[in-house]
């Protein structure tokens, strides 16, 4: 809900070229309890200042001396991205209302001014405006929550599918390579089972802080759920990189952690999948980073595999 001090404290600009409307519109604004009133008298400044300032309304004048309304409503579009333009038109022309709202105003008011309606529809004005900002935010907050896990912040499958086919483009593109890596915890059941699911929620949390300052900022960590975890690698040289970094990871993973005032102890397995020997698609790179996860774990865990060869793997089929 917006409530009467949202909309007193929105950001408000004033574009008159005249001195005295420009005055009389802000001592009608303070009097009515507005706190945030800009204005200017040059029709110029105002796409500028609004991308500085995003303001939440725009009382525009139609007719001023070398820029009118209309133009500087063409340039207020191309900053609002979404096309809404947070302009109240202010003319003492009968014909520029129907003119203004077609170029994408939102009301009008008329000159001379009536304070009291006036005051009616920048009211009015404001709370719609508010409103759907506060649907805009409440929509992205969705979309994220959508693409991202809800423990740990980190990607989910569906942002991190995105996210690899990405990388698998830009590697087929630029003829070079990338990887996929499949990890979990080993011994984590048991650490949730004695400590509890608090102990054992705060121990992804710190997995997946450990994970993220492990790599570069271009690759991608996501959590599948569990005590699993997918590491994308945007970008790798060769075989020698991608083992050196799994080494770290592992080596990373399995030092102490501080939960509840316990020393607690974890390590990880990993299996490796590389673009383009070892798949040339997202679902076959999982595929096959989750089999060599699963060779790591019965090589005795706290350990890595790097996949087969496809190639490899066929002539044996």
Same mark, same amino acid.
């Given at each position: 809900?917006?409530s009467?001090?949202?909309i007193?404290?929105?950001?408000?600009?004033?574009?008159d070229?005249?001195?005295?409307?420009?005055?009389l519109?802000?001592?009608m604004?303070?009097?009515?309890?507005?706190?945030?009133?800009?204005?200017?008298?040059?029709?110029?400044?105002?796409?500028?200042?609004?991308?500085?300032?995003?303001?939440?309304?725009?009382?525009?004048?139609?007719?001023?001396?070398?820029m009118?309304?209309?133009?500087?409503?063409?340039?207020?579009?191309?900053?609002?991205?979404?096309?809404? @333009?947070? =302009?109240?038109?202010i003319?003492a +022309?009968?014909?520029?209302?129907? #003119? !203004? /709202?077609?170029?994408? $105003?939102?009301?009008?008011?008329?000159?001379?001014?009536?304070?009291?309606?006036?005051r009616?529809?920048?009211h009015?004005? @404001?709370e =719609?405006?508010l409103?759907?900002? +506060?649907?805009?935010?409440?929509? #992205? !907050? /969705?979309?994220?929550? $959508?693409?991202?896990?809800?423990?740990?912040?980190?990607p989910n499958?569906?942002?991190?599918?995105?996210?690899l086919?990405?990388?698998?483009?830009h590697?087929?593109?630029?003829?070079?390579?990338?990887?996929v890596?499949? /990890?979990?915890?080993d011994?984590?059941?048991?650490?949730n089972?004695s400590?509890?699911?608090?102990?054992?929620?705060m121990?992804?949390?710190?997995?997946a802080?450990?994970?993220?300052?492990?790599?570069?900022?271009?690759?991608?960590v996501?959590?599948?759920?569990?005590?699993?975890?997918?590491?994308?690698l945007?970008?790798?040289?060769?075989?020698?990189?991608?083992?050196?970094l799994?080494?770290k990871?592992?080596l990373?993973?399995?030092?102490?952690?501080?939960?509840?005032?316990?020393g607690?102890?974890?390590?990880?397995?990993?299996?490796?999948?590389?673009?383009?020997?070892?798949?040339?698609?997202v679902?076959?790179l999982?595929?096959?980073?989750?089999?060599?996860?699963?060779e790591?774990?019965h090589?005795?865990?706290?350990n890595?595999?790097?996949?087969?060869?496809?190639?490899l793997?066929?002539?044996?089929?």
């Open positions: 809900m917006i009467r001090d949202d007193l404290n929105a950001s408000i600009l004033v574009v070229d005249l001195e005295t409307n420009v005055f519109l802000e001592q604004l303070r009097e009515s309890g507005y706190r945030c009133v800009t204005s200017t008298r040059d029709p110029h400044a105002v796409c500028a200042l609004h991308r500085d300032n995003q303001y939440d309304l725009i009382l525009l004048d139609l007719q001023m001396p070398g009118d309304g209309f133009q500087v409503m063409e340039g207020l579009k191309e900053i609002e991205v979404d096309s809404y @333009l947070p =302009v109240l038109a003319t +022309q009968p014909g520029h209302k129907l #003119r !203004a /709202l077609a170029a994408g $105003a939102k009301d009008f008011i008329a000159k001379p001014f009536d304070f009291m309606e006036a009616t529809r920048i009015n004005m @404001l =719609v405006r409103l759907y900002k +506060q649907l805009e935010q409440y929509s #992205r !907050a /969705l979309e994220s929550m $959508a693409m991202h896990d809800a423990l740990t912040g980190l499958r569906r942002l991190l599918t995105d996210r086919s990405l990388a698998i483009a590697a087929h593109r630029n003829k070079s390579a990338m990887a890596m499949y /990890l979990d915890l011994g984590f059941k048991l650490i089972d400590l509890g699911h608090d102990a054992g929620d121990l992804l949390k710190m997995v802080d450990r994970l993220v300052a492990a790599v570069r900022q271009e690759d991608t996501a959590r599948m759920g569990g005590d699993e975890f997918v590491i994308g945007w970008e790798i040289n060769d075989v020698d990189g991608v083992a050196g799994v080494s990871l592992i990373a993973l399995s030092q102490p952690y501080l939960i509840q005032g316990r607690v102890s974890v390590t990880a397995s990993i299996g490796v999948g590389m673009y383009p020997m070892h798949g040339e698609d679902e076959a999982m595929k096959s980073a989750d089999l060599a996860l699963y790591a774990k090589a005795g865990k706290n890595y595999r790097i996949a087969a060869r496809t190639d793997l066929a002539m044996e089929g």
